[in-house]
């Protein structure tokens, strides 16, 4: 059960590290163009920003910030059941 739920949890942050790449991309294509005079979608991502792409990077830095620390959590509990 924990296997599973940590797999499920992991895709879902893959899947929101590429949703905020995404969004990195989306907005160097859309600069260049507002600079060429083409519209590309600039103010539509300025409009998301605050309620789409903030959330995720939030999202991003913390899954991984949680990700790192379970792991560091788990080789010490591993570590002291092996030594004990």
């Known amino acids: 059960m924990k296997e599973?739920?940590?797999g499920w949890l992991n895709l879902a942050l893959v899947?929101?590290?590429f949703l905020v790449l995404g969004s990195f991309f989306w907005l160097a294509i859309a600069v260049v163009g507002h600079g060429a005079g083409?519209?590309?979608g600039l103010d539509l991502?300025?409009?998301l920003w605050e309620p789409v792409f903030t959330p995720?990077?939030?999202i991003l830095m913390a899954g991984a910030v949680l990700s790192g620390a379970a792991s560091?959590?788990?080789k010490r509990l591993?570590?002291?059941?092996?030594s004990g």
């Open 4 to 6: 599973r739920l940590l």
């Open 15 to 17: 899947v929101n590290l």
């Open 38 to 40: 083409v519209p590309l």
């Open 45 to 47: 991502w300025y409009k």
């Open 56 to 58: 995720a990077i939030g």
């Open 72 to 74: 560091w959590i788990a």
């Open 78 to 82: 591993d570590g002291n059941r092996a």
